[in-house]
């Protein structure tokens, strides 16, 4: 079972940043993919950003040139960061962190408790 311990969310003024952090409680060996996730004030949970166990990254077009995601598995657990600037109003959302974990030839899936970034206008 992995836990997924996200932190970083918070209230920002339009134009401003946050990096949320998602840290894995297994060895890094293990996480595939990492993703972010959000889920804004009446709307679906949509995917925001993705990061491969090579560094390949996917972002929705809503962010892209304003949000990077990054990884780090230098260490044993795997940290995924998203790295969130010229924030605006809308987006404003919980968000949170998904892994992929490869164990014994399969593919599980976990999700955190999820933060919640707030961005005022």
């Known amino acids: 079972q992995v836990q997924l311990v996200e932190s970083g969310g918070g209230l920002v003024q339009a134009g401003g940043s946050l990096r949320l952090s998602c840290a894995a409680s297994?060895?890094?060996?293990?996480?595939?993919?990492m993703r972010w996730y959000r889920q804004g004030p009446g709307k679906q949970r949509e995917l925001v950003a993705s990061?491969?166990?090579?560094?390949?990254?996917?972002?929705a077009d809503s962010v892209k040139g304003r949000f990077t995601v990054s990884r780090d598995n230098t260490k044993n657990t795997a940290t995924a960061y998203l790295q969130m600037d010229s924030l605006k109003p809308e987006d404003t959302a919980v968000y949170y962190c998904?892994?992929?974990?490869?164990?014994?030839?399969?593919?599980?899936?976990?999700w955190g408790q999820g933060t919640q970034v707030t961005v005022s206008s």
């Open positions: 998904n892994v992929d974990q490869l164990r014994f030839f399969k593919k599980l899936n976990y």
């Open positions: 297994e060895s890094a060996f293990t996480i595939d993919t």
């Open positions: 990061i491969s166990r090579d560094g390949t990254t996917n972002y």
